[in-house]
C-alpha cells in the first residue's frame, strides 16, 4: 500500500508541473484562489479559465482526474448554484414563487459561482494531482518556516506532519481489516437505522485507538532510541532546490496577475 | 470421497481493473478435514478466505459453501446465513477486541447473529471454556490480557458463533513457542471435535504434523492439491513456488535415507525411525 492509495490522487508523471518546486505550487495555488475571488467579469473569468487550461495540458494528466476532484463535490457545487439562482433578485423576473424567483442577475450569479467551484477545485486538483504527498509536507514545512520567528515549534509541526502522512495508509488498511473482522462476527455495516449504524463503529473505533496509541508509544520510543531531539535544528535528507523553470513559473505568474488586474481595470 | 465442505468452481478475483489477485481457481476442501493454505506472500490466500466467507465476492466463477453457492450477483442479504457457518479468524485477531470485559467481547458475535443475552453468554462461557480460559478472568478488560491470552478470547469470539466451517489466518504468527503450541494442541482438538478447518501458514512444520490436505497457490492459481506426504515428496515443485520443505524432510534427505518408509514429515516421526533403526543397528545413514 502506498499514499497513491489514500489520496487516490497522485497521478506519476515528470511534466514540467510535476516538476517545479513543490513551495511554488503551494503559493501559486494560494494566490490562484485569491484571484478566483477578485474576478467579477467575464474577462478576468476567462483569463484564469486558460491559464488553468495550460496548466493541465502542460501537467499531462488525464482529464479524468480533474474531473473526479469536481464530481465528488457536484452535488454541494449544484445545490449552492441552485439556492443562488432561486433567491437574488435584479435584472429580469423569468419566474417567482413567494420568496422565490429566477432573475437575469441570478443566474449570471449561480453561473459565475459554478465557474469560481471549477476553478478553485480544479486548480487544486493540479497540486495533489502533480505533486506527492512527501513533496507537499516538504513544502508547508518549508512554508512555515518564517514563523519561527514567532515561536512557533515549525521542526515540530514538520516532523508531526511527515509521521501522519507516513501512518494514514497504515491506518486505512487497519480500518479495513478490523471493518471485516467484525463483519466476520455478524455485523452489518450497511444496515439499520442511524443510531445502529453509529453503534456499529464502537467496535471499529475501539481497536482503532488502541492499535494507534500502541504504535504511537512504540515509535516515540524508537525515536528516542535514535537519539532524536525534538528542538535541534534538524538537517534534510531530501532538499528543495529552486530551478530556472521555478523562476520562469514565477515571472508567468507575475504577467498573468498583472494582466489580470489591467482586465479588472478595463471591466 | 469425503463431502466437501467447500467448492471452488473457476474462481476469479481482481482487486479494481485488472488487479487479478485469483485466476481460474478450481478446487474443494473436504469436510470435518484440516485443510492447509500455503504459498508465497501475495499468493492470493487471504483474498480466497475472504471470499469463502463472503466478505469479497467473486468476479467470476463460484464458491460453494456447505451447497450455499456464492457468486458476483449474490445480494448481501445472502449472506447472512453463509456467516452464520463460516467462523473466520483474521490475521492478529487480538486487534478486534473492543468491549470492556472478556465476557462481553466473545458474546458479541452470536448477538449479532440474533442470540437473546442467556444464550449468548452460554455459547461465550462455552466457548472460553473450551479454549481453556479460566473463569476468573471473564469480568476483565481484554487489554488486560497477555498476548497469548487475548488470542484465545479472540478465537472463543468466533467459536462462540457455533461456525462448522473454521478459517484461521496464520493463527500462531507473533506467538512465543509455548503460545504456538498450545494453540496448535487447541486447533488439534477442534478438528476431533469435527469442526472443518482451512488453516493458512506459512510454516511447513505446521502443515506437517496437523493437515490432512494441503493447497498451494502461487500468483492466485492453484498448483498443488494433495496430502502433505505427497506435497513435501516433490522438492522440485516446492523450490519452484519459494517453499521451503520441514526440516525432518530436509534432514531425512540429507542422510539419502530411501529406506524410511513412510517418509518422516515432522520431527517426532524422524526421531522415532531413527531410534528404532539405530537401536536396530541396520541403518545405512
Ligand atoms: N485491498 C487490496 N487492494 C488491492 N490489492 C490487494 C488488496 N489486498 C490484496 N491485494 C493484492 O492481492 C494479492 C493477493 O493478496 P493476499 O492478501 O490474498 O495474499 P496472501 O497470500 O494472503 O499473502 P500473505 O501471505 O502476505 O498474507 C496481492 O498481490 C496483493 O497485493
Ligand atoms: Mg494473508
Not at chain 1, 162 to 171: E, H, W, Y
Amino acid at each position: 500500500m502506498d499514499n497513491r492509495a489514500l489520496f487516490g490522487m497522485y497521478f506519476p508523471g515528470n511534466s514540467l508541473i510535476h516538476r517545479l518546486d513543490p513551495r511554488l505550487k503551494m503559493v501559486a495555488c494560494f494566490w490562484f484562489v485569491v484571484l478566483v475571488f477578485f474576478a467579477h467579469g467575464w474577462a478576468s473569468n476567462l483569463l484564469l479559465i486558460v491559464l488553468l487550461l495550460a496548466v493541465i495540458r502542460l501537467s499531462r494528466v488525464v482529464f479524468a482526474k480533474y474531473w473526479a476532484g469536481v464530481r465528488g463535490l457536484m452535488g454541494v457545487i449544484l445545490f449552492t448554484a441552485l439556492i443562488q439562482a432561486l433567491f437574488s433578485s435584479g435584472g429580469t423576473v423569468y419566474w417567482q414563487w413567494g420568496i422565490m424567483a429566477v432573475t437575469s442577475a441570478g443566474l449570471v450569479q449561480a453561473v459565475l459561482l459554478m465557474l469560481r467551484f471549477f476553478l478553485i477545485i480544479t486548480g487544486s486538483t493540479v497540486i495533489t494531482v502533480t505533486t506527492t504527498p512527501l513533496e507537499l509536507a516538504d513544502a508547508i514545512a518549508a512554508l512555515l518556516k518564517p514563523l519561527k520567528v514567532l515561536h512557533l515549534p515549525v521542526n515540530q509541526l514538520a516532523m508531526m506532519l511527515s509521521i501522519a502522512l507516513r501512518f494514514v495508509p497504515t491506518i486505512m488498511n487497519e480500518v479495513t481489516m478490523i471493518m471485516n473482522a467484525q463483519r466476520a462476527r455478524g455485523v452489518d455495516f450497511n444496515s439499520g437505522s442511524l443510531l445502529k449504524r453509529a453503534k456499529h463503529l464502537v467496535p471499529v473505533l475501539i481497536p482503532l485507538f488502541v492499535a494507534a496509541f500502541k504504535r504511537a508509544e512504540e515509535l516515540a520510543v524508537a525515536m528516542e532510541a535514535r537519539g532524536y531531539d525534538p528542538n535541534q535544528p534538524r538537517t534534510k535528507y531530501r532538499q528543495l532546490h529552486w530551478q530556472r523553470r521555478d523562476s520562469l513559473a514565477l515571472a508567468v505568474l507575475v504577467f498573468v496577475t498583472l494582466a489580470f488586474i489591467g482586465l479588472r481595470i478595463w471591466e | 470421497m469425503v463431502e466437501p465442505a467447500v467448492e471452488y468452481a473457476g474462481l476469479g478475483f481482481a482487486y479494481g481493473a485488472d488487479r487479478w489477485a485469483l485466476r481460474e481457481l478450481s478446487t474443494t476442501i473436504p469436510a470435518g478435514q484440516l485443510t492447509a493454505l500455503i504459498g508465497h506472500t501475495g499468493s492470493g490466500k487471504s483474498t480466497l478466505m475472504e471470499l469463502t466467507d463472503g466478505l469479497l465476492l467473486p468476479t467470476s466463477g463460484t464458491v460453494t459453501v456447505f451447497g450455499q453457492q456464492i457468486t458476483a450477483a449474490t445480494k448481501k442479504k445472502e449472506l447472512a446465513p453463509l456467516r452464520k457457518k463460516v467462523g473466520f479468524v483474521f490475521q492478529f485477531p487480538e486487534h478486534q477486541l473492543f468491549a470492556d470485559s472478556v465476557l462481553a467481547d466473545v458474546m458479541f458475535g452470536p448477538q449479532n447473529l440474533g442470540a437473546n443475552p442467556t444464550s449468548a453468554k452460554e455459547a461465550a462461557t462455552a466457548a472460553l471454556t473450551r479454549l481453556g480460559l479460566p473463569a476468573a478472568l471473564f469480568d476483565r478488560s481484554p487489554f488486560e490480557l497477555s498476548g497469548g491470552q487475548q488470542r484465545r478470547v479472540a478465537l472463543a469470539g468466533v467459536l462462540a458463533m457455533n461456525p462448522q466451517l473454521l478459517i484461521l489466518d496464520e493463527p500462531t504468527a507473533g506467538l512465543d513457542p509455548t503460545g504456538q503450541a498450545e494453540l496448535l494442541s487447541l486447533i488439534t482438538e477442534l478438528k476431533a471435535q469435527g469442526l472443518t478447518i482451512i488453516m493458512i501458514t506459512h510454516q511447513m512444520e505446521q502443515v506437517a504434523r496437523l493437515a490432512d490436505t494441503v493447497r498451494v497457490l502461487d500468483g492466485g492459481q492453484l498448483v498443488f492439491a494433495g496430502t502433505p506426504a505427497d506435497l513435501f515428496a516433490q522438492p522440485d515443485l516446492l523450490a519452484a513456488h519459494h517453499l521451503t520443505p520441514p526440516a525432518a524432510v530436509t534432514f531425512a534427505k540429507q542422510l539419502d535415507w530411501a529406506a524410511a518408509d513412510p517418509q518422516p514429515l515432522t520431527a517426532a516421526t524422524l526421531a522415532a525411525q531413527l531410534a528404532k533403526q539405530l537401536k536396530g543397528g541396520t541403518g545405512n545413514g
